[in-house]
Structure formats: C-alpha cells, structure tokens
C-alpha cells in the first residue's frame, strides 16, 4: 500500500502596496491560493461525509461532532451563507466580458 504526503497549507504569498482586485491580466488567483482552497475543500468534504456517516450511529462520543451555540446570536440570525463556486463562476464570466 503507497501512502501520498499528508495535505498542506501553502503559505507562498508577498505582501504589497497595491490593492487586492483582480489585475486586469486575467489571473484571478495565485497556484497557492487555489491549492489552499483546494485544501480547505476537501479537508470540508471529508468532515462532512464523516458527520453524515456517524449519524444514526449509537457512539455519538466517536468520530466528528457539529458545533452548536448554546446562546445563539440573534444579530445572526439572518445569516446567509455564500456560494463560493457562484461567486467564483461570474468572477470568470465577467472577466471573459472585459
């Protein structure tokens, strides 16, 4: 059985004056910002195929736990969450109009 290196996070990145937009050379993200996402991604994945797979499970002290807030805050409470994928699709898309 062959073993691939453990996932990491790539911290490769210099830090400069100019702001953080897209430049208009059409890259939107360095390799190292995609591999990190790519990283974060599948390290979710995982956690949340193990979560799926310990409920209805009678161990409930094994495997991942999802955290709930005892006090919830209600400024929260209309909370969206983002769809990266979308956000990422029109960043494309616009940046094939330009």
């Known amino acids: ?3 691939s ?3 990491r996070m790539v911290h ?3 830090r400069t004056s ?7 050379s059409g890259e939107l993200f360095t390799p ?6 790519r ?3 599948d390290t979710w994945m995982c956690v949340m195929r ?3 797979s310990s409920q209805g499970s009678e161990g409930s002290d094994r495997g991942p736990q999802e955290y709930m807030e005892k006090n919830p805050n209600a400024s929260l409470s209309s909370f969206t969450p983002v769809d990266l994928n979308e956000i990422k699709r029109r960043n ?3 940046t094939k109009k330009s």
């Open 50 to 52: 193990d979560i799926k």
């Open 18 to 24: 100019s702001p953080r937009s897209p430049t208009n």
């Open 32 to 37: 190292a910002h995609e591999e990190n996402v």
């Open 92 to 94: 494309i898309q616009d």
């Open 5 to 7: 290196p453990a996932p």
């Open 1 to 3: 059985m062959t073993s």
């Open 12 to 14: 490769s990145y210099k």
């Open 39 to 41: 990283f974060i991604h």
